[in-house]
T-cell receptor
Framework: DAKTTQPTSMDCAEGRAANLPCNHSTISGNEYVYWYRQIHSQGPQYIIHGLKNNETNEMASLIITEDRKSSTLILPHATLRDTAVYYCIVRVADNYGQNFVFGPGTRLSVLP | ETGVTQTPRHLVMGMTNKKSLKCEQHLGHNAMYWYKQSAKKPLELMFVYNFKEQTENNSVPSRFSPECPNSSHLFLHLHTLQPEDSALYLC????????????FGSGTQLSVL
């Protein structure tokens, strides 16, 4: 099972910041938080990842709480093309070792 | 382009057919993965290869048979599939170390008739 929980869906107005929360209360000290997104019937696209510090790249910012039990992905100026399912992932130890296990994610709808 | 290429992009097959999905990565990674995504469901991890060695998976039916001849190529051989096997099959690769990213191909949309 995925180690993260996310809201099922969110709406955001075009041009506004989209803030997508994720809970990962059982995360271990050396486990990274990853964010991916998937547009319908395409392969998931990497967005950003981090361990302890906040991270920023050309796509988004990742804010990780000090206790690392939750994080927020921020899309600073959402566009219609940002409509997608967003996955927050922590690698889990399963039958295959340490691997990426996807949950249902958050369906973000950016509205005009 | 992610550096992971999957072919074919679409595949329609009958239940008695044998077909293969191909994945190739140009990123120098040492781990490759097959995921399955059924309609409106999360991605399910099917198989993992680390340094060409498969990590055993007991929950995928034997009608799915993976092959990893080298660290750049991964195949998924399909035979006697069922209609419920219709799904998007995604290949991915990564370096098998902490903090490394997973890169996905565009997927093969499979329909079993």
């Amino acid at each position: 099972d995925a180690k993260t929980t996310q809201p099922t869906s969110m709406d955001c107005a075009e041009g506004r910041a989209a803030n997508l929360p994720c809970n990962h209360s059982t995360i271990s000290g050396n486990e990274y938080v990853y964010w991916y997104r998937q547009i319908h019937s395409q392969g998931p696209q990497y967005i950003i990842h981090g361990l302890k510090n906040n991270e920023t790249n050309e796509m988004a910012s990742l804010i990780i709480t000090e206790d690392r039990k939750s994080s927020t992905l921020i899309l600073p100026h959402a566009t219609l093309r940002d409509t997608a399912v967003y996955y927050c992932i922590v690698r889990v130890a399963d039958n295959y070792g340490q691997n990426f296990v996807f949950g249902p994610g958050t369906r973000l709808s950016v509205l005009p | 382009e992610t550096g992971v290429t999957q072919t074919p992009r679409h595949l329609v097959m009958g239940m008695t057919n044998k077909k293969s999905l191909k994945c190739e990565q140009h990123l120098g990674h040492n781990a490759m993965y097959w995921y399955k995504q059924s309609a409106k469901k999360p991605l399910e991890l099917m198989f993992v290869y680390n340094f060409k060695e498969q990590t055993e998976n007991n929950s995928v039916p034997s009608r799915f048979s993976p092959e990893c001849p080298n660290s750049s190529h991964l195949f998924l051989h399909l035979h006697t599939l069922q209609p419920e096997d219709s799904a998007l099959y995604l290949c991915a690769s990564s370096q098998a170390t902490e903090g490394e990213k997973l890169f996905f191909g565009s997927g093969t949309q499979l329909s079993v008739l």
